[in-house]
Structure formats: C-alpha cells, structure tokens
C-alpha cells in the first residue's frame, strides 16, 4: 500500500491493516455489528458527552444493525474517495474502540484530523496513545499528508491526556468549534507536521509500535 504524489492508495476494507505494539487496527464492517453494538451501548454514558448529537431522522447504528451497514458502506466509500479512514481499534480479538482520520484535504494543505473513543473498560492501558502513532504513521508515510489535527473540548482531561503522553504541539482553543452532545463547544487544537513527523519517527516508533 504506497502512495505517489497527492495522490491516495485504493485500499479495500478487506486489505488495509494497520499494526502498533499492541493493536492492530481495521476498517469496520457488518460483520462487527454484534461486537461494535455491545461495546458502544455498555459505553452510552462515557461516550456521550463528547460526541456530536446524532440526527433524530436517522437510525440508531448501535441498535440498528442496517443502519450500521450503512455506515460501514459510507465510511467504504470515504475511504476509496480518500476523503476519510476510519479504523476499528483491535486488541487481540477484542473491539477496544475506533481511531478515525477525517476531513482529508489534498491540493495545498495536505491535511487530516483525528478523532478517537476507547472503551472504558480498556481505557488507562494508553491503546489509544498507540493506535493515534499507527494512523500518523499511516498519514504520513502512505497518504503522504503534511499535518495532522486532534481537536479536543478542554474539559475532556482522558483525551487530553493521549496528547500529553505523546507531546503533540498544542496550538491554542479555537471558540465554539463543534457541535457537540447539542452544544457548541470549544476545542483545544493539538496537531503534528510531517517534518515533527520525521523528527520523532524513531522516538515514536520505539515506543509505540
């Protein structure tokens, strides 16, 4: 899986994997319905002060196993654009959350954000700290992108605590930035440049994956 110039691989759900230490991390498919469903409704009270409200005309995914296809099959179809990549996170066998690298622009900004959820039951053991390392690697030495964004409502302290532990540059908060759990919440915006990329590669590396 390589990619040239500002260009994007075609990668299948099938054949794209991703390995850290630790986990290994996947597209999600229909398959992981029962597996995705259970870990997300065990999490409704962890998870949902930090998530967007989700659209009343829509089916709930957690219970909904169409509506859950139909994800799958969006999140397919972002990927072949090369808009998107979202990443079920593995450790061993088990569904432990996601890793998502979205709003991919190409032409002169070459950028990417990343968000991420843990289940609470495997939260504390820094998964997710690995799993953002395996999408930079990823991001930056198969999309060839140049920067990367996490942005992060202050008071979450768990997912800032992932950025700390990596030491990603913080930039500042940018006011009312997204919608989320139907308020409009400010952001701390963290990020990391290809050429930061380049500079700790074997640092990150040698921790992590």
Not at 122 to 128: F, Q
Request: with cysteine; net charge neutral.
């Amino acid at each position: 899986m390589s990619s040239r110039g500002h260009g994007h691989p075609s990668l299948s759900s099938g054949a794209i994997r991703l390995y850290g230490r630790r986990v290994m991390l996947r597209p999600l498919t229909p398959a992981d319905w029962p597996h995705w469903a259970e870990v997300r409704q065990r999490n409704e009270q962890w998870l949902t002060p930090w998530e967007p409200l989700r659209p009343t005309n829509l089916l709930d995914p957690t219970r909904d196993r169409e509506a859950f296809m139909s994800r799958c099959s969006a999140r397919d179809r972002d990927r072949q654009m090369g808009v998107a990549y979202g990443f079920g996170v593995f450790v061993g066998a088990d569904f432990a959350g996601e890793i998502n690298l979205n709003s991919v622009a190409r032409g002169a900004l070459q950028s990417g954000t990343v968000g991420y959820w843990i289940d609470k039951d495997k939260a504390g053991h820094r998964y997710t700290a690995e799993g953002v390392v395996v999408v930079c690697r990823f991001a930056f030495e198969q999309l060839r992108l140049h920067r990367l964004e996490i942005c992060i409502v202050p008071r979450n302290r768990n997912s800032r605590r992932v950025m700390e532990v990596l030491a990603f540059r913080e930039e500042g908060v940018a006011q009312r930035f997204l919608e989320i759990n139907g308020t409009w919440e400010d952001h701390v915006r963290y990020a990391i440049t290809a050429e930061e990329w380049a500079d700790r590669h074997e640092e990150l590396a040698a921790a992590w994956l």
